[in-house]
């Protein structure tokens, strides 16, 4: 059981927009910012989005995020069919000493 | 260029203790800011961080887990080692360590990982 609350899959056909959410409470996502990571099976997850709507160099304007209250949204526009993976958000949760926490992960399919 | 390898054995057997290091290049554990984690994922299933170090040698543990976890760091190796003990068939995982950095607000995520190392527990 995950502390931050993913769908388990979402799907999209090439050129779709596709929108992934992540709900958490006031001790992790209400109070720290949201980090979203890519994870294509079998490698290393890859950091997509940080301090909830900023790209690291050379991911593609593509992958968008937003957070309001205790939910946070990655969004995928132009969808393409390398997206196909497995996508997971993390926040800082100040409670218990503090943990970080991850959301239980999305399959994201292209159709 | 920041990178992260991890290391240690394949196969442990229940009850031994596990010990892994990350060995990294490209940045300093002594620079204010920076961070080096544990992160573990059994087959099929989700991300669960495990531990943090910083800078500062600050230690951080997983609530669930503190009982279990030692990390410490060797700066002038660049080296953070992780030990985990009463090692059980449901440790089976890939074991990732990450460098963890701070945006101008002092926020910090998790940008660069390694590529990972499996880990199974079995007699």
């Known amino acids: 059981q995950s502390v931050l609350t993913q769908p388990p899959s979402a799907s999209g056909t090439p050129g779709q927009r596709v929108t992934i959410s992540c709900s958490g409470s006031?001790?992790?996502?209400?109070?720290?910012?949201v980090n979203w990571y890519q994870q294509v099976p079998g490698t290393a997850p890859k950091l997509l989005i940080y301090?909830?709507?900023q790209r690291p160099s050379g991911v593609p304007d593509r992958f968008s995020g937003s957070k309001s209250g205790t939910s946070a949204s990655l969004a995928i526009s132009g969808l393409q069919s390398e997206d196909e993976a497995d996508y997971y958000c993390?926040?800082?949760?100040?409670?218990?000493?503090?943990?970080?926490?991850f959301g239980g992960g999305t399959k994201l399919t292209v159709l | 260029q920041v990178t992260l390898r991890e290391s240690g054995p394949a196969l442990v057997k229940p009850t031994q203790t596990l010990t892994l290091t990350c060995s990294f290049s490209?940045?300093?554990?002594?620079?204010?800011?920076?961070?080096v984690s544990w992160i573990r994922q059994p087959p099929g299933k989700a991300l669960e961080w495990l531990a943090f170090?910083?800078?500062?040698?600050?230690?951080y543990y997983s609530t669930s887990l503190k009982t279990r976890l030692t990390i410490s760091k060797d700066t002038s190796k660049n080296q953070v080692v992780l030990t985990m003990t009463n090692m059980d068939p449901v440790d089976t995982a890939t074991y990732y360590c990450?460098?963890?950095?701070?945006?101008?607000?002092?926020?910090?995520?998790?940008?660069?990982w390694g590529k990972g190392t499996t880990v199974t527990v079995s007699s």
């Open positions: 170090i910083d800078w500062d040698d600050d230690k």
């Open positions: 990450a460098r963890i950095q701070r945006d101008q607000y002092y926020y910090y995520y998790m940008d660069v």
């Open positions: 993390a926040a800082w949760d100040d409670s218990l000493n503090g943990n970080w926490v």
């Open positions: 301090s909830n709507n």
């Open positions: 006031s001790s992790n996502i209400g109070s720290n910012t």
């Open positions: 490209g940045f300093s554990l002594s620079t204010s800011g920076m961070c």
